[in-house]
Each structure stands twice: as C-alpha cells, then as structure tokens.
C-alpha cells in the first residue's frame, strides 16, 4: 500500500470549513484513498473513500487531485465534536491482505 | 443493532499473568481483525480472521493467540502478559476480508500490564 503523508495538526473554527490535506504521490492506479478518524479514547469511524472522483456522503466530501498525488478531506461546517485525529489511507480494493496502515494522521482541534 | 462490542472495557495484569480479550459483531460480517494502539501512534494489526474457521497474522502477532469461536465472535488471548503489551487493543469487522471493505470498530480495551 503507498505511503502517505499527512500534517501533525490543523485548528479549525466552529461552523468553518475544515480542509485536511492529504499527499500519496506513491499512489498506484488499483489503490483507493480512505478517510478514518478517531475520536478520543475510541475506535476508528470510516468517514469516506474514493478512487478518481470525488466524493460526498453526510459527514464529509473527498477531493482528489487529477493526478491522484494528493487528496483533501472536506467536513463542510466543522462542528466541536468533529475534534478527532484523522487518518488518511491508501489500499488497494482487490487482492489478499487486510492490514489498514494507520500512520499518525492528523490532529483536527476544532475550536469556539 | 450493537456493531462491534468489547469485553472488558479496562484491565490490569501483572507481568505473566494470562487473559482473553472478548469481540462480537451482530453485523453478520465475515472478516474480524484485532489492532492494538500504543500511545501517540497508529494502530497495528495483530491478527485478522477472514472467514469463519480461519485466522491468519498481522504486523504484530508475537504474544498473542486468537479463536474465531462462531461468526459473530473473535477472541484475543494474551497467554503470559509482559509489560510491553499495556496497550490499547481494538476489535474491527467488515463485510469480506477484500481491501476494499470498511472496517467497523469496537471501542477498545484499555489493557495495563504491571
């Protein structure tokens, strides 16, 4: 699975946009881009996936670039309970293995 | 509809001492997995089950033994506790065992070995 590189943290005002970036350069053509996030203290949510399109279901909207090197993750008005570490994963959608590599992912403060 | 539940939410060994961590799905999912966090990290996968019947290693199985007991249960036992697996330890499942498919996740067990 590619590598991916995410920043250690982002603030984010209540109600505001937050825009998560997201780099995998290393991506290849059968490997998707996944969005988890955990919230303190519990287990990982999904939040959304995509190949070559973006995006969108309830809780946020996925951009990816035309070359597929990089991705943002979109929650459209960031709420206080959106604060969580967000994880951004490459994977292929075929073939054996079932490891999700995790990382550090991205520590989101939403803030009043 | 419960999703992924985890018995016991906390507990603490001593250094040798054995236990069984406990995972049920009522999702009718086929594949269950079992991470565990360590603090300021990601999480790692110590073993998967991809069907009924079948268990398979992750990245970090050394310490551990797991039983898929029926489809809805996947067990973790630690058989001689050392301190380097006070952890926090996650029980996931999915549809089928194919990369493609979302994970669902258990709250955890916060586990301290003295």
């Known amino acids: 699975d590619a590598k991916t590189t995410q920043p250690p943290s982002m603030d984010c005002a209540e109600g505001r946009a937050a825009n998560l970036p997201c780099n995998h350069s290393?991506?290849?053509?059968?490997?998707?881009v996944y969005w988890y996030r955990q919230i303190h203290s519990q287990g990982p949510q999904y939040i959304i996936h995509g190949l070559k399109n973006n995006e969108t279901n309830e809780m946020a909207s996925l951009i990816i670039t035309e070359d597929r090197k990089s991705s943002t993750l979109i929650l459209p008005h960031a709420t206080l309970r959106d604060t969580a570490v967000y994880y951004c994963?490459?994977?292929?959608?075929?073939?054996?293995?079932?490891?999700?590599?995790f990382g550090t992912g991205t520590q989101l403060k939403v803030e009043l | 509809n419960a999703g992924v539940t985890q018995t016991p939410k906390f507990q603490v060994l001593k250094t040798g001492q054995s236990m069984t961590l406990q995972c049920a799905q009522d999702?009718?999912?086929?594949?269950m997995y079992w991470y565990r966090q360590d603090p300021g990290m990601g999480l790692r996968l110590i073993y998967y089950s991809a069907s009924e019947g079948t268990t398979d290693k992750g990245e970090v199985p050394n310490g551990y033994n797991v039983s898929r007991l029926n489809k809805r249960e996947f067990s973790l036992r630690l058989e001689s506790a050392a301190p380097s697996q006070t952890s926090v330890y996650f029980c996931?499942?999915?549809?089928?065992?194919?990369?493609?498919?979302?994970?669902?996740f258990g709250p955890g067990t916060r586990l301290t070995v003295l």
């Open positions: 999702m009718n999912h086929n594949s």
């Open positions: 290393t991506i290849s053509g059968n490997e998707y």
């Open positions: 996931a499942s999915s549809v089928s065992a194919g990369r493609g498919d979302t994970q669902y």
């Open positions: 994963i490459v994977r292929a959608r075929q073939g054996g293995g079932n490891k999700l590599t």
